[in-house]
């Protein structure tokens, strides 16, 4: 019989070949990969190196730092991102969360025309800017969209697996279409943007297991703009605000989408690159 393998010879190894793949936080993605083919946590596993690997185990774990090696996202594998340091769930119909659309997040916190917004997030996805704000703000309420149902089934999954499913609603539609007027004080969206012009998305994590729909939009990537800022208006109730992503260049075409709508300025904030993010609008007071 083969010698068992200890979890630490393991992650050294793995850390190793993680490291040579270029791939960044080498040791801290070994723990969650074993964490993930043992049921141990990154934690345990840092605290007892001398845990045996049962044979199972260690082929279930060498699998998975060939697939992390191959390129898989580490959200991809374990099938989990963590977001705004909350767990989310992923499937093949959800963009993994990214790290820049917490900046929507905290725009959307820091401009919330109340402590109790009806929230609305346009193309929720996992639910992930929803739920975040849902959950730092107790006693908000709020409704995600997307045309994906199986982007919807796995975002309801967040909200009960959050103890959120009380305060946020799903449902299916063509971003704020079957709404009715006044639907939400808060609107929050990162709708795709990436311009199909230059070919697929740059980063083969991101055109390799993304959805297509999570995405492109049209030649310049403006096409979803296009049709969610001129319903801004109808849509927000007096007072609203509305956050949305946008990528990076597209913040002139995004303002002048807004202003052309009828919706006021506010400001544009910076993700963690310096990059123009978040660009936050508010319902333009009535006459
Ligand atoms: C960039 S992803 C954002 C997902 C999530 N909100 C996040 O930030 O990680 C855009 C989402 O918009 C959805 N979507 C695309 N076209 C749509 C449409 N016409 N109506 C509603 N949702 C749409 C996609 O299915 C996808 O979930």
């Not at 959800?94 to 929230?119: C, G, K, M, Y």
């Not at 808060?186 to 991101?206: C, E, M, R």
């Amino acid at each position: 019989m083969p010698e068992l393998m200890l979890a630490g010879d393991w992650l050294g190894k793995a850390a190793a070949a993680l490291h040579s793949a270029d791939v960044p936080r080498a040791m801290a993605e070994a723990r969650a990969l074993l964490a993930s083919a043992t049921g141990e946590t990154p934690s345990f596993l840092f605290a007892h190196p001398e845990r045996t690997l049962a044979p199972t185990e260690q082929v279930q774990a060498d699998a998975i730092l060939m697939q992390r090696i191959s390129g898989a996202p580490l959200g991809r594998i374990l099938g989990v991102k963590e977001f705004w340091s909350l767990p989310f769930l992923l499937s093949d119909e959800t963009l993994e969360p990214r790290p820049d659309t917490e900046t929507i997040v905290q725009a959307a916190l820091d401009h919330a025309p109340s402590a109790q917004p009806s929230v609305l997030d346009l193309g929720t996805g996992t639910g992930c800017i929803l739920l975040a704000v849902l959950h730092d703000l107790p006693a908000a309420t709020g409704v995600g969209v997307d045309c994906s149902v199986g982007a919807l089934k796995t975002a309801r999954a967040n909200a009960e697996a959050l103890s959120l499913q009380d305060r946020a609603a799903f449902m299916a539609g063509d971003w704020g279409r079957a709404l009715k007027p006044g639907a939400a004080d808060l609107i929050v969206s990162n709708p795709p943007y990436v311009a199909t012009k230059h070919g697929p998305a740059p980063d083969f994590a991101t055109a390799a297991y993304d959805p297509e729909l999570a995405l492109y939009a049209g030649a310049d990537g403006l096409n979803a703009y296009r049709t969610i800022l001129p319903d801004l208006p109808r849509l927000l109730a007096p007072g609203g605000v509305a956050v949305l992503e946008i990528g990076i260049h597209q913040m002139p075409q995004v303002r002048a989408l807004g202003e052309q709508a009828g919706l006021e300025w506010v400001e544009a904030r910076p993700d963690l690159a310096g990059i123009p993010r978040a660009v936050i609008f508010h319902q333009r007071p009535q006459k």
